[in-house]
């Protein structure tokens, strides 16, 4: 499918938290229709997605720093010149009931 009426062909777009899970698919379909993307997440690695339409850059990120997301920033912007995109999707899951037994209110 052409997907090139979105306009994104060439467009720098950030993923926090995009090494795996909907980040990283969410990253792929960027890449799939023409966009720079940049992966931003705690991963050791960089996450394997195919480059065939995109370009593919991956910093390593804590984004609970702001001292780390200033240099994944300035990073970006050095590697491609601006940011035209950003998917803030990093986040955590704590595995745990979601009401407590005990406190069935509280």
Same mark, same amino acid.
């Given at each position: ?11 720098? *777009?950030? &993923? +926090? ?8 698919? !969410? ?5 799939? *229709?023409?966009? /720079?993307? !940049? ?7 960089? #996450? ?6 995109? @370009?593919?850059?991956?910093? $390593?990120? %804590?984004? +609970?720093?702001? $001292?780390? !997301? %200033? ?6 912007? %050095?590697?491609?010149?601006? &940011?035209? &995109?950003?998917? =803030? =999707?990093?986040?955590? /899951?704590? #595995? @745990?009931?979601? &009401? %407590? #037994?005990?406190?069935? $209110?509280?």
């Amino acid at each position: 499918m052409n997907e090139s009426w979105l306009g994104l062909n060439g467009k720098t *777009v950030i &993923v +926090t938290g995009g090494a795996s899970g909907i980040g990283k698919a !969410v990253a792929q379909e960027f890449l799939n *229709v023409g966009c /720079n993307v !940049v992966v931003s997440d705690m991963a050791p690695e960089a #996450p394997e997605v195919d480059t065939a339409a995109g @370009r593919f850059h991956y910093v $390593k990120t %804590d984004v +609970t720093s702001a $001292k780390e !997301v %200033d240099a994944m920033a300035k990073e970006v912007v %050095d590697t491609f010149g601006t &940011v035209d &995109v950003l998917v =803030n =999707n990093a986040g955590i /899951n704590i #595995p @745990r009931l979601l &009401v %407590d #037994p005990k406190e069935p $209110k509280g």
